[in-house]
């Protein structure tokens, strides 16, 4: 029907909102729409015991979604921008992008310690994290700290940080904030401690190329500074040829008509980092991302990221 959209999303609470967001977004643009929620299990939705990096898979939270879409079950799908593979299936396009949520991560600390703050953990303290990104980083800022798997929504993670002895948690500030638990941050960590994950704070509409009455519909979601950084972003995990199961993290912002770009490759134990930054035209977002990433590899990326394709 020309006045229905469906819309395809995962199971989880954070997922939800998001996809409500994005209908709600549609419902004040095209008063009188219908819009249909259609919710789909991922791979990543299904395997919960084991850490992302070893399950070994891309579009883990994706590719489920996207078969709807390529079967016609669904109109677009709503996703979580860093979740998305670097090349997207022929026959479907990132319709739109919308503005960008805080890209920060942020400390929440156990409240039955004393210490509100990572600066301030005491000494082989114990931080919960699922995310190899955030070990490497954590790991070469304190390397005494121990590091404790966690996966799961967000409920899930806060009742076992509760119900543990560990000194606390890092999560991305976006998801903690879009599910109203941002009274339990207890601290921001800064850029220079902790580069995001690729597109962090970011959602991504999918659709199938060509339907032109979707992306007419979608236009008006389309935010193009937060498109244009996350391009250079993407493109720059796209050469490293990453997901979740390297060590990657990157922030584009733009400054004026350009883009600056940061970047971190970590090993596993945080002893090696490799961190740079370029910055260019806002019309060459692409290259930058790739120009980086090629100093990256030369700088010790290269060898960082063989051995730990070799340990997964």
């Known amino acids: 029907m020309p006045n229905t959209i469906r819309i395809g999303t995962r199971e989880s609470e954070l997922a939800l909102w998001q996809?409500?967001?994005?209908?709600?977004?549609?419902?004040?643009?095209?008063?009188?729409?219908?819009?249909?929620?259609?919710?789909?299990?991922?791979?990543?939705?299904?395997?919960?015991?084991?850490?992302?990096?070893?399950?070994?898979?891309k579009g883990l939270f994706t590719k489920e979604?996207?078969?709807?879409?390529?079967?016609?079950?669904?109109?677009?799908?709503?996703?979580?921008?860093?979740?998305v593979p670097t090349i997207v299936p022929v026959s479907l396009t990132i319709a739109a992008v919308l503005e960008r949520e805080d890209v920060h991560d942020v400390f929440i600390?156990?409240?039955?310690?004393?210490?509100?703050t990572f600066i301030g953990i005491p000494r082989n303290a114990i931080i919960a994290t699922g995310s190899l990104r955030r070990k490497c980083q954590l790991l070469n800022t304190r390397s005494d700290i121990q590091i404790v798997e966690i996966r799961g929504n967000l409920n899930t993670r806060i009742n076992k940080l509760d119900a543990s002895e560990w000194d606390g948690m890092i999560l991305a500030k976006a998801g903690?904030?879009?599910?109203?638990?941002?009274?339990?941050?207890?601290?921001?960590?800064p850029l220079e401690l902790m580069l995001p994950a690729v597109s962090q704070g970011a959602l991504a509409i999918e659709s199938r190329i060509g339907d032109q009455r979707i992306e007419e519909m979608l236009r008006p979601l389309h935010h193009r500074p937060t498109a244009l950084t996350v391009m250079a972003e993407r493109a720059l995990l796209r050469y490293l040829e990453g997901g979740c199961q390297i060590p990657v993290g990157a922030y584009g912002?733009?400054?004026?008509?350009?883009?600056?770009?940061?970047?971190?490759?970590?090993?596993?134990?945080g002893k090696r980092i490799v961190r740079g930054?370029?910055?260019?035209?806002?019309?060459?977002?692409?290259?930058?991302?790739?120009?980086?990433?090629?100093?990256?590899?030369?700088?010790?990326?290269?060898?960082?990221?063989e051995e730990i394709r070799q340990t997964f």
């Not at 729409?33 to 919710?39: F, L, P």
């Not at 600390?109 to 509100?116: D, G, I, M, Q, W």
């Open 277 to 305: 930054s370029k910055v260019g035209t806002i019309a060459h977002a692409e290259q930058i991302g790739i120009e980086l990433a090629k100093e990256l590899l030369i700088r010790g990326g290269k060898e960082i990221l």
């Open 253 to 269: 912002q733009i400054i004026g008509n350009e883009l600056r770009l940061d970047a971190v490759i970590g090993s596993l134990d």
């Open 109 to 116: 600390a156990n409240p039955k310690k004393s210490h509100r």
């Open 19 to 57: 996809t409500y967001h994005v209908k709600s977004l549609l419902e004040t643009h095209f008063p009188g729409i219908a819009i249909d929620v259609q919710k789909i299990r991922t791979t990543g939705d299904k395997i919960l015991d084991a850490p992302l990096a070893k399950i070994g898979d």
């Open 176 to 189: 903690v904030i879009r599910l109203g638990w941002a009274k339990r941050i207890t601290a921001v960590l």
């Open 65 to 83: 979604l996207e078969i709807a879409l390529l079967d016609g079950r669904v109109d677009i799908a709503v996703h979580s921008f860093k979740d």
